[in-house]
């Protein structure tokens, strides 16, 4: 039997597991062209909230009723195509199930002796490069010059934070704990770190951080923590902005801030949203240099792991707890399926 998390009902707010809905179905036999693939990691994202809303947006919203689809690395049980068979393991974005009947395109291959299987959702998967393209090609980070990360401590942020370094850039990290803070300095390198919960007045405790000023801020996480870092922006200030969490759970249009445009012009910054799927045509280029850094000991990674299929919703609701360190992940245990 197959296990199946689909949308039950559009979130108002936050979402709740009246959200979720668990199914069982037979697993479908794979007709020509096709493979099934069993899953053994889920990733969970902050972005699926966004897809739960019946509104516009640069991917289409998940439908009531149909399995929830992201990132899984999983391993082929069953093939029906030249391109794979019994054993290879592969990564592709497909549905919540334990079992996944899809053409052989949807996937693409993956070496688990290159890195271990989680990396592939995580530092040399979506996360990494989402990193390496929003830093690179957006924020363009010069060496000597000063890089602010919101949600720091998270899978895109910390990768962020190392890259930066790499360039030869000093690194500030916002983060919510002080655990996170200390991890950020002693494992991830970063020059410094405020804890945006207890630091009381942020924007002094982020400017003690950054006596010259801000001229790159990485944002994951909108809100006040973002008006702070902008009143800190230096002329010609790039800021790359991959996410806005702390405004996932408003309704639409409720967190619209235009208290930070007089400073956008003030200081000639440029600000620019971008999602993954703009650098389609350069993944290659993206995954080689960051298994490179990888393999030379410059990056480094954490990951927060939930195991058991029937948890994932669980999973996906502690993202906008903060409670993860790094990438969110679910396992499957080996007595699943």
Do not use: H
């Amino acid at each position: 039997m197959n296990k199946i998390i689909t949308l039950r009902s559009r979130p108002q707010g936050w979402p709740t597991d009246e959200t979720f809905e668990f199914k069982e179905a037979q697993v479908e036999s794979p007709a020509e062209g096709q493979i099934v693939v069993r899953s053994l990691y889920f990733s969970v994202d902050p972005y699926m909230r966004g897809r739960m809303n019946d509104s516009k947006s640069y991917i289409p919203p998940y439908q009531l009723g149909e399995a929830i689809v992201g990132g899984i690395v999983g391993e082929v049980t069953e093939s029906r195509s030249e391109a794979y068979n019994p054993g290879d393991k592969v990564m592709g974005y497909l549905g919540w199930k334990l079992y996944n009947v899809v053409d052989a395109a949807a996937v693409r291959r993956i070496d688990e002796n290159l890195a271990p299987l989680s990396a592939y959702l995580s530092v040399i998967g979506m996360t990494g490069l989402t990193a390496y393209f929003g830093l690179m090609d957006i924020g363009k980070p010069k060496a000597g010059e000063t890089i602010v990360v919101s949600g720091a401590a998270g899978a895109v942020g910390s990768i962020v934070g190392q890259i930066a370094k790499i360039q030869g850039a000093r690194v500030v990290g916002i983060a919510g704990s002080d655990e996170k803070v200390k991890l950020l300095t002693d494992k991830f390198g970063f020059d410094a770190a405020v804890n945006y919960k207890t630091a009381g007045d942020l924007k002094a405790a982020i400017a003690e951080a950054c006596p010259n000023g801000v001229d790159v801020y990485f944002d994951n996480v909108g809100g006040d923590v973002t008006d702070a870092v902008m009143s800190l922006l230096n002329d010609y200030a790039r800021i790359p902005l991959c996410g806005a969490i702390s405004a996932y759970n408003m309704e639409e249009g409720a967190d619209l801030r235009p208290s930070i445009l007089t400073k956008l012009i003030k200081t000639r910054s440029m600000i620019k949203g971008f999602v993954l799927s703009d650098y389609t045509d350069r993944l290659e280029e993206g995954a080689k240099q960051l298994g490179q850094w990888l393999s030379e000991g410059k990056l480094k990674y954490e990951e927060t792991i939930i195991e058991g299929f029937d948890r994932i919703p669980e999973a996906f609701l502690e993202l906008f707890k903060g409670t993860n360190v790094g990438k969110m992940l679910v396992k499957i245990t080996p007595d699943e399926g």
